[in-house]
């Protein structure tokens, strides 16, 4: 259990009869974020992660999933947008609706499973209400007992209720539980790069689910994942070990064969130096949005390249190839809950389950179109730094716990984000620094934080 800090437990009712911060609405925050640093609590007190979930993730974008996981009418897949179960189907007309996965009778859960195809419709397996698959009631079984209640079939109360929003961008499915705010192009911003440049890499443009996941617990805050994707000062540190050696292995099979496997740079790229990672940039978008530029070099020159450059060619021509091939990307933020690393399909999405608890979902995509050779690239990437089996991720959320433990101690208020602090510039609303390992990130997100929390 987090300990509050002293301003807030002197604020606490008490003599003076000043009311806590966090239980005002609409919440102060700005004691809690300074332009270089943050107060502990907001990555450890319970109330703050009940108005994040209230604020920021049950009324913005959230991805549910991809058009190829709900294929046929009926299929389904259960998902939880901030606290809410919910559950995306696909429609008789092809169209997708995300619903809550509640029955309007008792309130129990319409799919117990993660994913299936309920056929034509929803049946509640505690008294057999049906819905439709666009949530309106189909039958009330036994309907006479209702006869003169307010629980007849003509109420809307009836009907299992929708998420509000539901839009697509590139295949990739996105629900909104406000009826009202930014678009999904406009919640997305410059962050949509992230889906063009995944889909671009396909002689057809689009990509298709690989239908499992991994699923990790991390016994931390939500916020420690996003800050540390676009951490480039980590890796030299925290995966040292894992690189070097990779590395050394890589070295090894180069001097034998004259060659090794791609998926060994994968590895041995997290132990370059410190000055190498320092001239990595990172842009950071308006609503804590950002990116970090190419670092590890994924463009060989073997046979196998060849062939799927070819066939990029002959769906877009050499100019656009190019482009699409050489775009500086090594993965996007959508912030506050999506990492996407386009180059090699792979998409990371958190779901917040408590302050010192969060599920995040590891997928990965096949280019539709692409050589299968190209596919096992994304295939090791996955197994080889995402996957929770991986030495790479597994250094990562031992750093994240024991950050959350640090953060729940009295040994210091303050999170500090001074790295390079007065150095960075703005442009437009976009963020950059000189440095790469500069903790403009941080401060970046915190920036769109507040401004969530605050509104
Ligand atoms: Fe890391």
């Known amino acids: 259990m987090a300990v509050r800090p002293a301003w807030i437990a002197g604020l606490h009712g008490g003599s003076l009869g000043f009311s806590n911060p966090l239980q005002e609405s609409p919440m102060r925050v700005d004691h809690l ?72 009778h008792r309130g129990v859960q319409l799919v117990g499973n993660r994913s299936g195809n309920t056929g034509s419709a929803f049946v509640c397996s505690y008294h057999a209400w049906s819905f439709h698959l666009d949530g309106s009631v189909r039958a009330i079984p036994l309907a006479k007992g209702y006869e003169n209640t307010r629980m007849t079939r003509d109420n809307p109360d009836c009907n299992v209720k929708r998420a509000p929003r539901v839009d697509s961008y590139r295949g990739f499915v996105f629900a909104s539980l406000s009826p009202d705010g930014p678009s999904l192009q406009e919640f997305l911003g410059e962050a949509r790069i992230a889906f063009d440049d995944m889909c671009d890499r396909s002689p057809v443009g689009e990509v298709e689910v690989v239908p499992v996941c991994h699923r990790v617990i991390q016994r931390s805050n939500w916020k420690f994942f996003m800050e540390n994707q676009l951490d480039a000062l980590h890796p030299s540190v925290t995966h040292q070990s894992t690189g070097i050696s990779a590395g050394r292995v890589e070295k090894r099979l180069k001097e034998q064969r004259g060659a090794a496997p791609l ?30 530029k190419a670092y590890m070099g994924l463009r060989p020159s073997d046979p196998e390249t060849r062939e799927y450059e070819a066939l990029l060619e002959k769906a877009y021509g050499k100019q656009k190839m190019e482009e699409y091939l050489s775009r500086s990307i090594h993965h996007v933020l959508v912030y506050p809950y999506l990492s996407v690393q386009s180059p090699l399909q792979q998409l990371r999405c958190l779901r917040p389950i408590a302050p010192d608890k969060t599920l995040s979902e590891i997928w990965h995509f096949r280019l539709k179109g692409a050589p299968e050779a190209i596919y096992r690239r994304s295939l090791w990437y996955y197994n080889l730094v995402n996957s929770p089996a991986t030495m790479i991720n597994a250094d990562d959320l ?46 970046n997100q915190f920036r769109a934080w507040t401004q969530y929390m605050a509104a």
């Not at 009295?410 to 510039?425: E, P």
């Open 398 to 443: 031992e750093n994240w716990t024991k950050g959350q433990w640090g953060l729940q101690s009295r040994g210091g208020d303050w999170v500090s984000f001074h790295r390079w602090h007065g150095d960075d510039r703005e442009e437009n609303g976009v963020a950059y620094s000189n440095h790469g390992t500069s903790e403009v990130v941080m401060r």
């Open 33 to 104: 974020v300074e332009p270089d640093r943050v107060h502990r609590t907001v990555y450890t007190d319970q109330a703050i992660f009940d108005a994040e979930m209230e604020k920021i993730f049950e009324r913005i974008w959230i991805y549910c999933g991809h058009e190829s996981q709900v294929k046929a009418p009926g299929d389904y897949w259960a998902v939880t947008i901030g606290r809410q179960p919910m559950v995306m189907v696909r429609q008789k007309d092809g169209s997708i609706q995300v619903l809550h996965n509640r029955c309007p």
């Open 263 to 292: 998926y060994y740079h994968y590895l041995s790229t997290f132990a370059s130096s410190f000055d190498q990672w320092d001239s990595v940039q990172t842009i950071n978008f308006p609503r804590g949005h950002g990116l970090l």
